[in-house]
């Protein structure tokens, strides 16, 4: 059986919309290994939730346009895969923590409804089984007194309490694949902390894969083997944890660690947010999209689409950028370079 769970190539997600098409996802290639710990990380709006609901199947088509060259999972094509075998998948052998505990849950079911239901569902279990199944997840993501909260309502619990239920929902049927969109959100860094212990835990126990999508780039930095950015729907960088983490290659990952402030810094470097905002996804600028914020910034880079390619050589190491930050010192934010022909 190969290593590789999951493989994305140049995946493209659009919405038609009165003021234009809004490429929210622009040719991203993504692979998952086998128990692997996956990062996507960049602003609000840059396409994270988007490419891992299109993965998902749950990006409704229409409205949206979904291209890709391949998405194929444990080796099946899941773009020819008829819609009765992709619901076969979800909460199955692909499930996904969703951002908002809250919105997620129904608030007219009890608890114990809403966990059993995947396992009868996919015919995992008869209903005993069931709620057997579901206590037990529910002491292993912490969650004390499991058969009273079986028999509560989602609104009679706090957001880390919730938090901890869709967790467990997520793993009724052991996935291969668990997304996590942005699962400590709005939780206290408590919470926090043990949200992630938990799904580390649960990723060494039963060997699932976990792509986590965040915009905390701590929680990243603690939870994730490889981490991939995304900026204006597009990778524009990604790298081992380590890596990325102790030199960005490119500008716009080197903003976001800049505009971090972190207790470890004994340099005492001045907090610099990120200038302007994010292009419009349905205008985007040509040439480079972060060019209008980047301090690095050519006259190339306003006019050519830097490509994904490996940096130095290194397969495991990827950047879309003309320039090597590492060698450059930041230009004026009008400065342009001689004309390139």
């Known amino acids: 059986m190969t290593d590789t769970l999951l493989e994305v190539r140049n995946l493209r997600t659009s919405f038609p919309t009165r003021d234009g098409i809004v490429r929210a996802v622009s040719g991203i290639d993504l ?32 409205p949206a346009v979904i291209e890709a060259d391949a998405i194929s999972f444990e080796g099946v094509d899941l773009l020819t895969m008829r819609e009765s075998r992709r619901r076969h998948l979800r909460g199955n052998r692909m499930a996904m923590i969703f951002q908002d505990p809250m919105t997620s849950l129904n608030p007219f079911l009890r608890i114990g409804e809403q966990l059993t239901e995947p396992l009868l569902v996919h015919g995992k279990a008869s209903r005993r089984a069931a709620k057997d ?11 004390p007194d499991a058969e009273r909260c079986m028999r509560a309502y989602p609104h009679q619990f706090s957001g880390g309490m919730r938090q901890r239920v869709m967790i467990a929902m997520a793993l009724t049927c052991e996935p291969a694949l668990l997304i996590a969109d942005e699962p400590t959100t709005a939780l206290d860094v408590t919470i926090q902390a043990q949200i992630l212990e938990q799904m580390q835990r649960i990723r060494q126990e039963h060997g699932t894969a976990i792509v986590l999508i965040t915009h905390d780039l701590g929680v990243a930095a603690g939870f994730c083997d490889e981490i991939h950015v995304m900026y204006a729907g597009k990778i524009v960088e990604e790298a081992a944890t380590d890596d990325l983490f102790a030199q960005p290659r490119h500008p716009y990952t080197e903003a976001l660690l800049r505009s971090v402030p972190r207790l470890d810094d ?17 205008q985007l600028p040509p040439g480079c999209s972060f060019a209008p914020r980047c301090d690095y910034r ?7 689409e830097p490509m994904l390619e ?20 930041p230009v004026a934010a009008n400065s342009t370079e001689e004309s390139v022909p």
């Open 133 to 143: 199944r579901a206590m037990t997840l529910l002491r292993e993501v912490g969650i």
């Open 310 to 329: 490996p940096v130095e050589g290194r397969d495991s190491r990827r950047k879309s950028c003309h320039v090597d930050i590492t060698r450059t010192q």
């Open 31 to 62: 692979t998952v290994a086998r128990g692997a710990s996956i990062g996507i990380v960049g602003e609000s709006g840059s396409g994270k939730s988007v490419t891992n609901l299109t993965i998902m199947g749950l990006v409704p088509s229409p």
């Open 266 to 282: 004994e340099t005492k470097a001045e907090f610099l947010p990120i200038r302007g905002a994010p292009p419009d996804l349905s």
């Open 298 to 304: 050519l006259d190339r880079c306003e006019r050519v």
